[in-house]
């Protein structure tokens, strides 16, 4: 197959998968690849499918694949979200660590990184973590949101009224944090601001 037909194939293979038509895509990225077994995209595009999918084992052999053509920190870090899915925790990081040895300012690799350790319950590794994201990504809610949530069973209230403030700053409407804030309120005695947080809940509520 010479080049500009693979090239409209591929493109088409991408079109079916923003229109969700994954089996149809599936099945062009596989001619594709057996067509021409160099086509690199191809690997790395079925095995995000596959992934989307969660067919695990298999998104993972495409993104092996991938790499044998070359190593880039997203197909590395494609890796890691896959194995995270899996569970596999511990070699998600691996993999994570492949991606931010090759580009150390990608914060999704920190991300996922962070989330990997507090799953092992290495929370000290995931605190650094998700602060080395809002360096890169001061507003990313899911660091935000986990270190709050560090920080309060760790008894760090100040600590975690502080990543609660960021939040609702972003998010005003999220009844569960202000809970969360109103609850630490209560623990620190500061009761006026306890009531008027519980005000705010209820009005969020109605």
């Known amino acids: 197959m010479a080049a500009t037909a693979i090239n409209k194939k591929f493109n088409r293979a991408v079109q079916l998968e923003k229109e969700g038509d994954y ?4 099945k062009e990225y596989i001619a594709i690849i057996a067509a021409d077994p160099a086509f690199r995209r191809a690997y790395v595009n079925l095995g995000s499918l596959y992934s989307r999918m969660n067919h695990f084992a ?42 931010l040895s090759l580009n150390k300012q990608f914060a999704l690799s920190k991300l996922v990184a962070g989330l990997c350790h507090s799953r092992l319950g290495n929370l000290t590794e995931a605190e650094k973590n998700f602060h080395d994201v809002l360096k890169l990504w001061p507003d990313n809610r899911v660091s935000l949101t986990a270190l709050a949530i560090i920080y309060y069973n760790r ?33 620190t005695g500061r009761i006026e601001e306890t009531v008027k947080e519980i005000k705010i809940i209820k009005q969020k509520a109605d």
Do not use: P
């Not at 790499?67 to 194995?83: A, M, P, S």
């Open 23 to 26: 089996e149809t895509a599936q």
């Open 58 to 99: 298999e998104s993972i052999r495409c993104f092996e694949a991938a790499l044998t053509l070359g190593r880039d920190y997203i197909t590395y870090f494609n890796i890691g979200c896959t194995l995270y899915k899996m569970n596999d925790y511990s070699k998600a990081l691996a993999s994570l660590q492949l991606s």
């Open 155 to 187: 008894n760090k209230y100040d600590y975690s009224l502080q990543m609660l403030n960021r939040i609702l700053y972003l998010d005003a409407g999220n009844i569960k944090l202000r809970e969360l804030k109103s609850d630490i309120l209560l623990k």
